[in-house]
């Protein structure tokens, strides 16, 4: 649902606005519990954090694993000094290391970290199993890999609408044609197996909001995933997927699957595996 992306990709769909940055924000301190559940890297442990964007999954990784020397990469500068920033507010006396540039193209020797962790970064590849073979290198072997993406397709709610579907079909579409796949967490294991991956294993992580979970609402259904969709709007109709009037009425009706009575569901997968 956000972060890298490279010079031969796509450009990042949702943008780099003040807008998305604090949608980001929202969604990782929303799911954080339920992401970054059983990752925690034991002091001094060498870890690299590809795609790490505007930081709003790097203060959790460093909230759960303290004494870690992280390095924190991102093909975007400004994403990059925004991540410093956070990380500066809400951890000062972590040890990081930033790093501007690609994570194809990564500096760095063979097997120089112990751990590599990427949040919401395949989806934006093109090539994601080319992106993994490159984080393989700098890898130690016995080294692990931690993957979390979201997938599209697993998002269903009530009260269903056509329209909303249709809205959500937009995004994945708009994603697919800047070189991207919003679908990709069901992917995870062929392709952390092809990127030469060993002890491949992938967890759902389900998110079920309704009344009774009303940070949920607000805070994922409301201002994660309708956000992120409804950010989409002039794409999509700049690139003819869409009228105004469809559009807004697609987004309405997700807005619905928030208010009372309303349900919304959605999945995302979390790999780990091993470097050989």
Not at 134 to 145: C, D, E, N, S, W
């Amino acid at each position: 649902m956000t972060t890298e992306t490279a010079p031969h990709d796509g450009p990042y769909v949702h943008g780099y606005s003040d807008t998305e940055a604090r949608r980001l924000d929202d969604q990782a301190n929303t799911l954080a519990d339920l992401l970054h559940a059983g990752t925690a890297y034991p002091p001094g442990s060498r870890v690299l954090e590809a795609g790490c964007g505007v930081g709003a999954q790097t203060v959790h990784l460093l909230a759960a694993s303290p004494g870690v020397r992280l390095t924190a990469a991102d093909i975007s500068a400004e994403s990059l000094a925004r991540a410093q920033a956070r990380v500066a507010a809400h951890a000062p006396a972590a040890e990081v290391a930033w790093h501007h540039g690609d994570l194809h193209e990564l500096p760095f020797p063979d097997g120089t970290f112990d751990h590599v962790f990427l949040c919401f970064v395949l989806e934006h590849l093109a090539d994601p199993a080319a992106g993994l073979a490159a984080l393989r290198r700098v890898l130690r072997p016995g080294g692990t890999i931690t993957v979390i993406e979201g997938d599209h397709g697993s998002a269903f709610f009530h009260p269903d609408s056509p329209a909303a579907r249709a809205a959500v079909g937009h995004l994945v579409r708009l994603q697919s044609d800047a070189g991207g796949d919003a679908l990709v967490g069901r992917r995870l294991h062929p392709l952390l197996t092809a990127a030469g991956f060993s002890d491949v294993t992938v967890r759902p992580r389900t998110v079920y909001a309704d009344a009774s979970r009303p940070s949920l609402v607000e805070g994922f259904t409301r201002r994660t995933f309708v956000a992120m969709v409804e950010s989409v709007r002039d794409d999509a109709l700049s690139a003819g997927l869409a009228t105004p009037a469809a559009f807004d009425e697609g987004i309405a009706a997700l807005r619905r699957t928030a208010d009372p009575g309303g349900t919304f569901h959605y999945t995302f997968f979390k790999a780990v595996a091993v470097k050989p």
